[in-house]
């Protein structure tokens, strides 16, 4: 069955390869690749960062105009593609020195955010409107990412309710709900809505503005990254205070499981690995541990479990619990049980100085403080086991890398963790990796002590669970076909809103 062909615009804060700070700058790539591949005509608007370099782009003949605050700010617009094998989809580049010419995407570091984001994500949010009417070009649906374009759908209930934008439909994808955009209230005068507007919108958060709020009320439909995510968003543990508006759009809010890149993350072709492997050749794994542990310093032992963290080093992925300085597990792991554990990442600085300090007392533990995407790879093909013990995950990309590598994912149960790994049954050797659920270091001990376990005393266990994991596949093809029908849901939505 031919679907109609659907214009689609995706406005982003990230896009691989331009500007990346976590999973959302790969998710919008590989989704708007996978659309566009689907016949749909795609386009993305991203800022234009100073890292970007857009020599040899075309630039639009015209500035463009965008009311932001109390007048119009003017940008250059440079154009490029996706590779054509990436299915081609057009990148639009929003320039504008005062706002966004300078490194970093929230801020210089990390923790520390630019004071005036409210005014450059203002500009990128109604700048996607007014590329669209420059380019004479309508769409569809409008997809908006996370905190910083949730007032994509809001401008399209206000400012953009007539005209030719009156049949568009609005997506907001909550990549992570923990990062919502908050304002002090008066910041409203830079999008140009009134205060009745502001509280039609429903910004209004304990006396500030709240951006992803009022993106959540406005949309006409809202997705996560994986279904248990969509869930727990709605419950007062993992709700961030806004659970009970997310309850009042249930029927609105669907989880779409992420695909993963498999040109990157596969055995059969990663460069950065000694000797690619499959099902047919496993082999290079053991290749790849050697490496591994002779890179990392640990002793060369093939019948020693190495367990691999990639990560980065903050609360939400568990490290309280595994390395807090007074408690955590990893001290009497790596004490207690026979394996190896290696650690990549970078974070929060408590962090890395606590791992740092087990790693100088601990001969079987390694850490690099680094980001390092060939040791990443290395990790993933060369660790028998992958932990991460995620306090909320909304989907998690490294349990899919893994898996893909025949390590075997050791995962709290939560979000896209739940949904991806299965749980291993000591009965029957199914399962694709080990599932645990309270985050205490107790519980970290256990599940690994279980793992641990499992390989010394049912290796043919082991073996099954790694041809499973392997063969298992998340893929982009399924995940886009479901957004497709998400935008069919949102632009029927609109056309009834506005007949009625
Ligand atoms: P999140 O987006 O919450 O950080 P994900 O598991 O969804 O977590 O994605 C993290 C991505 O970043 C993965 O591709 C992972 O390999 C990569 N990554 C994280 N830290 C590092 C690091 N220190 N070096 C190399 N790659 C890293």
């Known amino acids: 069955m031919g679907r109609k062909k659907l214009n689609i615009l995706m406005v982003t804060s990230e896009l691989v390869p331009y500007a990346k700070a976590g999973g959302l700058a790969d998710m919008v790539a590989a989704l708007s690749a996978e659309l566009s591949r689907l016949g749909h005509d795609v386009r993305v608007v991203v800022p234009r960062y100073y890292g970007i370099y857009t020599g040899g782009y075309e630039r639009m003949r015209e500035p463009l105009g965008v009311p932001v605050g109390f007048g119009e700010k003017w940008c250059s617009v440079y154009e490029t593609r996706q590779n054509e094998e990436d299915g081609g989809a057009r990148v639009y580049f929003l320039e504008h020195e005062g706002l966004f010419g300078r490194d970093g995407i929230y801020g210089y570091q990390d923790a520390q955010a630019f004071h005036d984001n409210m005014a450059r994500f203002t500009l990128l949010s109604r700048g996607a409107f007014q590329l669209c009417k420059a380019l004479e070009w309508t769409p569809h649906v ?281 749980q291993y049954e000591q009965t029957t050797g199914q399962g694709t990796g080990f599932l645990f659920d309270d985050l205490t270091p107790g519980a970290i001990f256990d599940v690994v002590g279980w793992a641990v376990w499992t390989w010394y005393n049912r290796p043919e266990h082991i073996q099954m669970m790694r041809k499973t994991a392997m063969e298992k596949r998340f893929s982009w093809k399924d995940a886009a076909q479901r957004y497709v029908e998400l935008y069919e849901t949102a632009i029927e939505k609109r056309r009834n809103a506005t007949t009625k």
């Open 142 to 422: 409008m997809h908006a990412h996370d905190w910083p374009v949730a007032l994509v759908p809001v401008y399209l209930r206000t400012w953009e309710k007539v005209g030719v934008f009156a049949e568009t439909g609005s997506v907001l994808t909550i990549h992570n709900l923990g990062y919502q955009g908050i304002f002090p209230k008066d910041e409203i005068h830079l999008t140009q809505l009134s205060w009745q507007e502001f509280h039609g919108a429903g910004f209004e958060h304990h006396d500030e503005l709240n951006l992803l709020k009022g993106g959540i009320t406005s949309a006409d439909i809202l997705t996560t990254v994986s279904p248990t995510y969509a869930g727990e968003i709605q419950t007062s543990t993992d709700g961030e205070g806004l659970e009970g508006l997310l309850q009042s759009r249930e029927s609105d809010l669907y989880g779409v499981l992420n695909g993963m890149d498999y040109r990157e993350w596969s055995p059969r072709t990663d460069k950065h690995i000694p000797k690619p492997f499959s099902t047919d050749d496993i082999s290079g794994k053991a290749e790849a541990k050697t490496a591994l542990q002779r890179e990392l310093g640990l002793e060369v032992r093939p019948e020693v479990p190495v367990i691999g963290i990639v990560s980065r080093l903050v609360e939400q992925k568990g490290f309280g619990a595994l390395c807090g300085p007074t408690f955590g597990s990893l001290y009497q792991i790596c004490n207690d049980l026979a394996v190896q554990v290696a650690i990549l990442g970078t974070g929060e600085r408590w962090c890395e100085d606590e791992l740092r300090s087990l790693a100088s007392k601990l001969p079987n533990l390694a850490v690099q403080v680094r980001f390092d995407n060939r040791l990443a790879h290395l990790i993933e093909a060369g660790s028998d086991f992958f932990l991460m013990p995620s306090a909320y995950e909304p989907c998690g990309l490294n349990q899919m890398y893994s898996m893909s590598y025949g390590t075997l994912p050791i995962v709290r149960r939560t979000g896209g963790l739940a949904d991806t790994v299965d």
